[in-house]
């Protein structure tokens, strides 16, 4: 999930939250194209849109030489993100880890001219394979999950700090003729003051950089 842009400051007043998205819609939802950009890292990237249970998604599209595991290996790096992501990640930890699952929580410093709080997630991630493709998607975990006592330390360290209350979506990663597809789809709602429409269209102008952060990171580890 990447910083809103200088348009948060445009946040009026408390707005009631549509419903939560999962990932199964996700997934088989008809999609809308949005726009074609340019990134001076991944090259060209296909947004596109839906509005799942009330929630604005989105979707961005792109393809890189890097693997599977590859990218996978970026994107399930919690801790690291503080460096690799653009987001603006100040604390990260990784809660619980299996093959299949993972559990982790993350911290977003918003900076102040945006007039906005910090934002953290606490989120059980899903790790699937099939086919050589794998797809890491992720969902909530409410007031910390089993995590409780952490998420109220956090709330105690960072009086203000807003919890994200709607954050589903994941990464697929699909083998196609010597290169991978690169997915990136998020549905979110930050919480708080900010209106939706302003959450999306900071989302949109921010999709390329989330694949962005995660092929660069990519092209270091595997040179």
Known sequence: MKLLGTMLALALAPIALAGTPQWSQIQTAGWTHLSTR????????????????????????????????????????????????TAGVTDAATLKRTATQLDYFQYLDVPGWTMANDRFWFLRGEIERSGGAITFHWDRLVDGGPYADRFQQVLTDHPGAVEVPINVGGWVFTPVDGSTRLQYFICTHTGGSIPSAVQGIATTRTLPDNLGDVVREAAKRNP
């Not at 998604?57 to 590859?70: H, N």
Request: hydrophobic share 35%; net charge negative.
């Open 38 to 85: 340019k990134h001076d890292v991944v090259g060209t990237v296909e947004v596109y849109s839906k509005t799942i249970d009330g929630v604005d998604c989105f979707q961005g599209v792109t393809t890189t030489r890097y693997s599977p595991e590859q990218l996978l290996d970026v994107a399930a790096d919690i801790e690291g993100a503080e460096q690799w992501s």
